[in-house]
């Protein structure tokens, strides 16, 4: 247990610093921007990661939402609990993760959506093929052919949301006495605290591998953007109002103990 302590401290030393928060969001941009230079330069050399079967992509990013939600979900509920315990609060809270999944969900579908009207169904790289029934992605690929269409970067976009998302929600371990908590639950949040911040190092290099090997500039730009206006417009906009969920919540400096 006072190895997990160790642990937590650390981390929550470092997401205690101001220029840590308010600058890591900005973060992303500054990578898609050089790693999508790199990319046209071809200055990076191929590896195990810029392949899309890389066991990252397959276990992890593929489902990176049902990932986040898996761990998020329980820390949100044992951390906020620990500040207070009324339902009405907790039920309020939770619909963070509804609207998170809201954002996702819609901004998804609308990348699938652009990708469709935008694109054609080719034979190959240079053979359009002209069947009107191949008016969709999914049905030219069933077909063995190829869709071309603008493919705004959905890795891009998940990858750096749910970084955010997970940024925002984790805050308030930097202002919780778990001394307070009881054996196991104090465990159990402390590892997933562990794991969320472990979980946000596989997104930030994955999001950088996405940015080195794959799509477009301009995909993988527009992504990160939907990505940081969909983070900014609920945490920074949105759920600093009385109709919200709400942020995640934190003690008066003056009101907080020392973290064990």
Not at 34 to 39: I, R
Not at 52 to 78: D, E, I, Q, R
Not at 117 to 132: A, F, H, I, Q, R
Not at 209 to 230: E, N, Q
Request: aromatic fraction near 14%.
């Amino acid at each position: 247990m006072a190895s997990l302590d160790v642990i937590v401290d650390k981390l929550v030393v470092l997401w205690r610093i101001p220029a840590v928060r308010q600058k890591f969001p900005w973060s992303f941009l500054l990578i898609s921007v050089v790693g999508s230079v790199l990319k046209e330069l071809e200055s990076v050399p191929q590896t195990y990661f810029s392949s899309s079967k890389n066991a990252l992509n397959v276990y992890f990013v593929k489902v990176s939402w049902g990932w986040t939600l898996l761990l998020l979900t329980p820390f949100l509920l044992l951390s906020n609990a620990s500040f207070n315990r009324s339902v009405s609060f907790l039920a309020r809270r939770l619909l963070s993760l509804v609207v998170a999944t809201a954002v996702w969900y819609v901004c998804t579908e609308t990348f699938f959506y652009i990708e469709d009207v935008t694109g054609s169904c080719y034979e190959n790289s240079l053979v359009k093929v002209d069947y009107k029934e191949f008016t969709s992605k999914a049905v030219c690929r069933r077909a063995g052919f190829h869709w071309v269409g603008y493919d705004i970067s959905g890795h891009s976009f998940i990858l750096a949301y749910s970084t955010l998302f997970i940024m925002e929600e984790i805050a308030p371990m930097s202002s919780l006495n778990t001394t307070s908590l009881s054996g196991l639950p104090r465990k159990v949040l402390s590892l997933l605290y562990i794991a969320l911040n472990l979980i946000m190092i596989i997104w930030v290099w994955m999001f950088t591998c996405t940015s080195v090997y794959f799509h477009d500039p301009s995909h993988k730009l527009l992504g990160t953007i939907c990505a940081l206006l969909g983070w900014y417009l609920t945490y920074r906009v949105w759920y600093v109002k009385p109709m919200s969920p709400g942020l995640p919540p934190q003690r008066h400096p003056k009101e907080q103990k020392p973290h064990a």
